[in-house]
């Protein structure tokens, strides 16, 4: 099972190319963890609200500058995953998790 905070390579479910880089939201609370994860689309682009990646790796890394686009939101199936390439720290993958809870109308007390 992949653990929150991966960024993994998958297939690109709009079409624009054939694989693209993710990170893992979704924890093993999800219903289905193991074999189905939310995540957040990766882009070389940078928009106001994307996050960016410099410096936040953990583990492995990727190989242009890059950005989460928390709006770019995808289930991802295990069988869809090719292969884990990096872990960020943490807070990326709670700010990219509070922002996209925003674009659908949600916002934390807290943050």
Excluded at 49 to 74: D, K, M, N, T, Y
Excluded at 82 to 89: K, S
């Amino acid at each position: 099972m992949l653990r929150r905070g991966s960024i993994v390579v998958a297939a690109d479910p709009y079409g624009h190319t054939p694989r693209r880089p993710y990170l893992i939201l979704s924890d093993e609370a999800h219903p289905f963890a193991g074999e189905q994860y939310i995540a957040a689309g990766i882009t070389t682009k940078e928009y106001p609200p994307s996050i960016s990646l410099a410096g936040r790796f953990v583990e492995g890394g990727l190989s242009e500058q890059s950005f989460v686009s928390p709006w770019a939101v995808v289930s991802l199936r295990e069988a869809d995953i090719e292969r884990a390439v990096a872990i960020v720290d943490q807070t990326v993958t709670r700010i990219a998790a509070e922002r996209m809870a925003r674009f659908v109308g949600y916002s934390p007390v807290d943050s």
